[in-house]
């Protein structure tokens, strides 16, 4: 999949952005604010620079795309793209933009739609004391704000009496972000959206933002303690009072206490507060032997998912591994399914022969699961690699830029996959193994432990590379041997 990301300086647009790639999406270009006004670490422009994607302006890209010519920079591609991602992108989206994507053109906006189309949804939630928020996914299908059709909308309680809208905007953007991923998971997974009309709504000005934003002689001690926090976004001017031709920002004591006690000025680290544990994603694992256990500690240290369930038909109801549930029923998978535990991951290792694991992902494929990726988070990995679905990257594994995976593979402890290589779907490097550069792995192959493929060799799909071997030359497919150097032993073919 290949997309156009386009976002604000925000920790959870950086993060989006990150999410992509581990996905293993292609990111062609990022559009991102150019002046210095966030921390260098929520910068999108410098985080996607450290990541080596190209960074380019709107207007870039709308030249390039009007002249249909190409242009002097050569480092991206608009061809075959599947999606323009607006996350709290600031600007109004265009054609022919709009129309290139083949899935579509999606703008994640901060505010229930189409209640709250246009700016300042945050402020007019306070101010009108709602006792709920929310955020939308919807795509982008003509230049008019907000009125494309719905994806997604994600709600959550909030307290009117206590929120400012600096308060809200934190919250919302963690719901949000947790949106982006369900979304991104659902269009990735089945290279189509789902969506529905918005019907009649409400759309706020920057007028009608300024107009409540401003303290009235004839407002009333609740209404100016409610347009106070409805405005309380810092550095950004907030709730103000004209006197004699002059505008002051009005804040009340309780704000006054919060700057000088919880210092609320202070950069947001989204590993502290903004994704509460509550919103990481459920997953089931495939399969109970050992190979989970070290799914399960690479799963436990990432952070990334929470485990819900294993599956295994050994096992019997009411068994549990690592103080989590096992099921041992085709029903209960399914039931799992139909209760929004979406996620899964095959937990079954193969030595040799990948044939079980095959037979897996096609059943709870076939039962609707998105399959995640797992990687060990000292696993170090060049930026610009891709990784497919279901596949698992272990402890220790290095992998240098340019390499390409497919899906489901299993990249085990301490292997080491040099630049450009390929590797295809099911394969199996063993631990220790070694490919060297622009190597390829055909599908359905097994590398094993300690091997060492040389420089630029093809491996042929459902080969087995015994333990220890050191390639030296081409392999077909089928192939079975070892040995230093390697020698061929039988043809499976």
């Not at 150019?34 to 260098?40: N, R, S």
């Not at 002689?217 to 006197?243: L, M, N, Q, T, V």
Request: glycine share 8%; charged share 25%.
């Amino acid at each position: 999949m290949r997309v156009i990301y386009m976002g604000k300086d925000k920790p959870a647009v950086v993060e989006g952005l990150k999410y992509l790639l581990s996905k293993g999406i292609e990111v062609v270009a990022v559009v991102a604010p150019t002046q210095e006004a966030a921390p260098q670490e929520t910068r999108l422009i410098d985080v996607a620079c450290k990541l080596g994607i190209p960074v380019v302006t709107d207007d870039e890209l709308y030249d390039r795309l009007k002249n249909k010519t190409k242009a002097l920079d050569s480092s991206y591609s608009l061809k075959n793209i599947d999606l323009v991602i607006s996350f709290l992108f600031w600007k109004r989206l265009k054609k022919p933009l709009i129309d290139l994507p083949k899935i579509g053109c999606i703008n994640f906006h901060p505010a229930p739609l189409p209640d709250f189309r246009g700016v300042g949804g945050y402020n007019f939630a306070i101010f009108e004391q709602l006792s709920s928020w929310g955020v939308a996914a919807h795509f982008v299908m003509d230049e008019t704000f907000d009125t494309g059709e719905i994806i997604k909308i994600k709600r959550f309680d909030i307290n009117s009496d206590i929120e400012t809208a600096y308060s809200l905007e934190q919250k919302s953007l963690g719901v949000m972000l947790d949106l982006f991923k369900e979304v991104i998971d659902l269009a990735y997974s089945k290279r189509s959206l789902p969506s529905c009309p918005q019907g009649d709504g409400r759309y706020i000005s920057k007028q009608d933002f300024e107009n409540l934003r401003k303290i009235y002689p004839s407002d009333d001690i609740e209404a100016i303690e409610r347009k106070i926090r409805a405005f309380w976004f810092p550095p950004y001017d907030g709730a103000s009072i004209e006197i004699k031709g002059k505008e002051f920002t009005v804040i009340n004591e309780r704000i006054s206490e919060q700057i000088r006690e919880d210092n609320l000025l202070k950069p947001f680290k989204i590993s502290e507060k903004y994704i509460p544990a509550k919103h990481i994603e459920k997953i089931v694992l495939i399969g109970g032997g050992g190979h989970c256990n070290v799914i399960i500690d690479a799963i436990h240290k990432s952070g990334e998912f929470q485990i819900g369930a294993i599956f295994d038909p050994k096992f019997k109801y009411g068994e549990e591994k690592n103080n989590v549930d096992m099921i041992g029923s085709d029903e209960k998978l399914v039931s799992l399914y139909k209760n929004n535990l979406r996620i899964a991951f095959i937990s079954v290792g193969s030595i040799g022969d990948c044939s079980t694991r095959i037979r897996i992902y096609e059943y709870i494929k076939k039962i609707g699961f998105n399959l995640a990726t797992v990687i060990h988070p000292s696993s170090v990995i060049a930026s610009d690699c891709k990784i497919g679905e279901g596949t698992f990257i272990a402890a220790g594994v290095k992998i240098n830029p340019g390499v390409r995976i497919g899906k489901n593979a299993i990249i085990n402890t301490s292997s080491s996959v040099d630049h450009d290589c390929e590797i295809g779907d099911f394969v199996h490097i063993a631990p220790g193994a070694v490919l060297c550069g622009g190597v390829k792995i055909g599908d359905y192959s097994h590398i094993g432990a300690g091997a060492v493929i040389n420089q630029y060799l093809k491996i042929g799909k459902h080969c087995l590379i015994g333990s220890g071997s050191v390639v030296t030359h081409d392999i077909q497919d089928n192939i079975v041997g070892y040995g230093v150097p390697f020698v061929a032993v039988k043809n499976n073919g």
